[in-house]
């Protein structure tokens, strides 16, 4: 995949009322009033391209204002199917259609550990292909790495009292064609999601991530959608979300929503 759930540290300033202090002070210390979170990029991800402006008569074949054209905003919306399931803290059950896939990989991303390395093995090896072997001792070892360079021990969880949010707001999902293997059963899915924090004592996290984008390449493989790491080379790259880009919305990025 042109991805992965591999994590670094592009930012890692954590905020204490009285100055900036090194991330484990934070971990283990009160008054926690901020916190400028880890980037969800794999090492060597590039972003997603930003949207042209739109003016005049444009590609998608009007010559009205903006307002006429579709977006994600404007557009229908995808509506996740529920896991049948929860297996080693990592949702499962997803039925064998596109929408199953992308709700599969927005599930994983926003119950991801992206932080605790034994938490985030179990849920990877949990839902890894079987033709993608060195996958979840990759990601696990970027998270250590990531540790290390923020100033915590290697391996090891967070503190109860602090709290880290993903949220997945959009999608675009592409059908990748292999030798062998039924069309649509394999998927890249492309994510834009924000991810913030919460400390003790209600701490809010001031400086939040929005907007980051990161991309998984899906598998229907013995009845479940696995990630894997095989096809990376078939999937591409999409232009930036914007929620009210008609380039984004003609680009195939769709707004999801959770089903109630």
């Avoid at 790495?145 to 709290?163: H, Q, V």
Wanted: no cysteine; glycine share 12%; charged share 20%.
């Amino acid at each position: 995949m042109n991805t992965s759930p591999g994590l670094k540290a592009r930012r890692a300033r954590f905020i204490l009322a009285g100055g900036a202090v090194a991330v484990a002070a934070l971990l283990v210390a009160g008054g926690f009033t901020a916190a400028t979170l880890m980037n969800g990029d794999p090492k060597g991800q590039p972003q997603a391209s930003a949207s042209p402006a739109v003016t005049g008569t444009t590609s998608f074949g009007s010559t009205g204002s903006q307002d006429d054209l579709m977006t994600p905003e404007k557009g229908e919306k995808i509506v996740l199917p529920k896991p049948t399931d929860h297996k080693n803290s990592v949702a499962v059950g997803f039925p064998r259609y596109p929408g199953g896939g992308i709700s599969a990989v927005v599930y994983f991303w926003e119950e991801y550990a992206w932080l605790d390395d034994e938490k985030a093995s179990q849920q990877l090896n949990a839902v890894v292909s079987k033709d993608a072997p060195g996958y979840a001792d990759k990601q696990v070892s970027e998270i250590r790495k990531m540790r290390e360079a923020i100033g915590l021990a290697p391996s090891g969880g967070i503190p109860a009292d602090i709290t880290f949010t993903t949220s997945v707001h959009a999608a675009r999902g592409k059908t990748l064609k292999a030798p062998g293997v039924p069309v649509g059963d394999i998927m890249q899915v492309w994510l834009s999601y924000d991810r913030f924090a919460t400390g003790p004592k209600g701490g809010r996290d001031e400086n939040p991530l929005r907007g980051e984008t990161i991309a998984f390449v899906v598998k229907w493989e013995d009845g479940a959608w696995k990630f894997t790491d095989k096809y990376d080379s078939m999937g591409d790259y999409p232009l930036a979300y914007e929620a009210t880009s008609p380039y984004a919305w003609s680009d195939g990025w769709v707004q999801v929503r959770h089903a109630g």
